[in-house]
């Protein structure tokens, strides 16, 4: 019995801790273009280890590259070590680390033009998101953290009827 409380603990603890999670796109319906201001974008958001960033743009016209903080003042990469820029158009960045977090486009002068972002992530774990009023979607340019995914659901309720028949068994 005290194995099957363990297993149903552990299977909760790993669908629930992942659901959490936030995803942000950046930019909103802009996305990642030049012309968007990403300071005032990401202005009283709260980032927490394990939400999500969504870059999406046109491949072949911007990247995303992670950069350190002098970097980001330059608008230039000096670190020779430094993993190559993103450049799906589709790029997602998991936040895996508490601390500031620093990001630009590297193409031409775009990161001088404003195409930079930078963040502060907390260790702490995020809050549920909040239910939106009669499930409408969020408005246009609105960074309301994403539902739960179907797939998120799905695994969920795959979940509890394991457990409860676990518990029945």
């Known amino acids: 019995m ?8 552990v299977i909760v603890a790993a669908v629930v801790a992942p659901s959490l999670a936030t995803d ?8 990642w273009k030049v012309g968007v201001n990403y300071t005032a974008w990401a202005e ?27 970097d980001f003042q330059k608008c230039a990469s000096s670190n020779a070590t ?9 790029d997602l960045i998991t936040l ?3 601390g500031k977090k620093w990001y630009i486009c590297t193409f031409a002068d775009h990161c001088t033009k404003g195409m930079k972002l930078v963040i502060t992530v ?6 549920s998101p909040t239910p939106i009023p009669g499930w409408a979607a969020p408005p246009s ?18 979940a509890l009827m394991a457990a409860y028949k676990m518990i029945m068994a």
């Open 2 to 9: 005290a194995l099957r409380a363990f297993l149903i603990t």
């Open 24 to 31: 942000y796109m950046v930019g909103d319906d802009a996305g």
């Open 44 to 70: 009283g958001k709260e980032f927490y280890v394990g939400d999500t960033l969504m870059f999406m743009y046109k491949s072949g016209s911007h990247n995303v590259m992670k950069v350190n903080g002098p």
């Open 82 to 90: 430094a993993p190559p820029p993103l450049t799906s158009g589709n």
């Open 96 to 98: 895996s680390a508490p």
């Open 122 to 127: 907390s260790a702490a774990e995020g809050p």
């Open 141 to 158: 340019g609105n960074s309301a953290p994403s539902e739960v995914s179907p797939l998120k659901s799905s695994v969920w309720m795959l």
